[in-house]
């Protein structure tokens, strides 16, 4: 693993980050900038504390009971299962089609799908 | 002006805490700005305000800060990631609304430089590095944080520190080579 003592600088890395540090700083700033920033922390401090997820969620609040109320009853309520939906799947299924199918099963039988499904 | 631990009440950290952490704002704030900048990509309002915006978190955050650590790599650990986050939401503003590039203002920093291109080369090549290499790089290298304390704030283990170290070093190196003369490695040296 590389340590700093393995890769030691050199004098072209020296300049390289004095270079960095000399010409790639932010310009001076002004004295009235320590001053403001400080004036500005301590007026952020002494404000009122808000959250700043509180407005994002009172919008969220709002949109959703205006939804509740503009959407449709039928949205809002799903009607139960009507006769017709039954109709629909008893004409793909009757239960007499299925009753008994697993009551000539033997052991053996569970046994081999107990195998074939890795049960 | 009413101090602020009255002003908020039982919430806020003492009195004394209070002044200690104004104190730590005048001591670091200069600091504090020229990272962020450094770590942002040269935008001094946006410094500033990333900066601030570190202070308050920390001042925020006095009541979980736990003095077993030091109060520097706490505060410098959340303006590292006060930084990510303002380049994530740049990232994602240039990507959508590549108008705002037209409008966004010049360094001024730049051309106040006496070699605009050379700083613009700087730039762009610290900002092609990886976040991490990039991250690595400005505080061991260009703000003079140890090796353990760098760690410490970006909350790496030492070994990754030094591994994007060496990366970020040898990535600029042959980027700006003709920035510089480069010389073979010297035995011997120190880091």
């Known amino acids: 693993m590389y340590t700093p003592d393995d890769s030691?600088?050199?004098?072209?890395?020296?300049?390289?980050?004095e270079r960095f540090r000399?010409?790639?700083?932010?310009?001076?700033?002004?004295?009235?900038?320590?001053?403001?920033?400080?004036?500005?922390?301590?007026?952020?401090?002494?404000?009122?504390?808000i959250p700043t997820w509180t407005p994002i969620a009172a919008a969220a609040?709002?949109?959703?009971?205006?939804?509740?109320?503009?959407?449709?009853?039928?949205?809002?309520n799903p009607p139960p299962p009507t006769s017709a939906a039954g109709d629909v799947l008893a004409a793909y299924a009757l239960e007499s089609d299925v009753a008994g199918e697993l009551d000539d099963l033997l052991p053996q039988d569970y046994a081999r799908i107990e195998d074939i499904f890795e049960l | 002006m009413e101090p602020i631990a009255q002003v908020l009440g039982a919430r806020t950290v003492s009195l004394d805490r209070e002044q200690r952490f104004f104190a730590f704002v005048e001591a670091h704030q200069e600091r504090a700005v020229r990272m962020a900048w450094r770590l942002i990509g040269g935008d001094q309002?946006?410094?500033e305000d990333v900066a601030q915006q570190a202070f308050f978190k920390a001042y925020r955050g006095l009541d979980r800060f736990r003095e077993d650590s030091k109060l520097t790599t706490w505060f410098y650990r959340?303006?590292?990631?006060?930084?990510?986050?303002h380049r994530r939401w740049r990232a994602l503003r240039d990507r959508w609304h590549t108008v705002w590039d037209e409008d966004a203002t010049p360094d001024p920093a730049a051309s106040a430089h006496p070699d605009p291109a050379l700083r613009r080369r700087l730039a762009g090549a610290l900002d092609r590095l990886a976040r991490g290499q990039r991250e690595v790089f400005?505080?061991?290298?260009?703000?003079g944080f140890t090796l353990e304390q760098t760690a410490a704030q970006l909350g790496k283990a030492l070994g990754t520190v030094k591994s994007q170290l060496h990366r970020a070093l040898?990535?600029?190196?042959?980027?700006l080579a003709d920035c510089y003369q480069p010389t073979p490695h010297k035995a011997g040296g120190t880091s």
């Open chain 2, 45 to 47: 309002d946006a410094a």
């Open chain 2, 78 to 85: 959340i303006l590292v990631n006060e930084a990510r986050s």
């Open chain 1, 8 to 17: 030691p600088l050199t004098e072209a890395d020296r300049e390289l980050i």
């Open chain 1, 61 to 76: 609040c709002a949109a959703a009971l205006a939804l509740w109320f503009v959407l449709p009853e039928r949205w809002t």
């Open chain 1, 22 to 49: 000399h010409d790639y700083a932010p310009p001076p700033r002004a004295p009235g900038h320590r001053l403001a920033l400080h004036d500005a922390l301590q007026a952020r401090l002494q404000r009122r504390w």
């Open chain 2, 170 to 175: 040898r990535i600029l190196r042959e980027e």
């Open chain 2, 138 to 143: 400005v505080l061991v290298y260009l703000e």
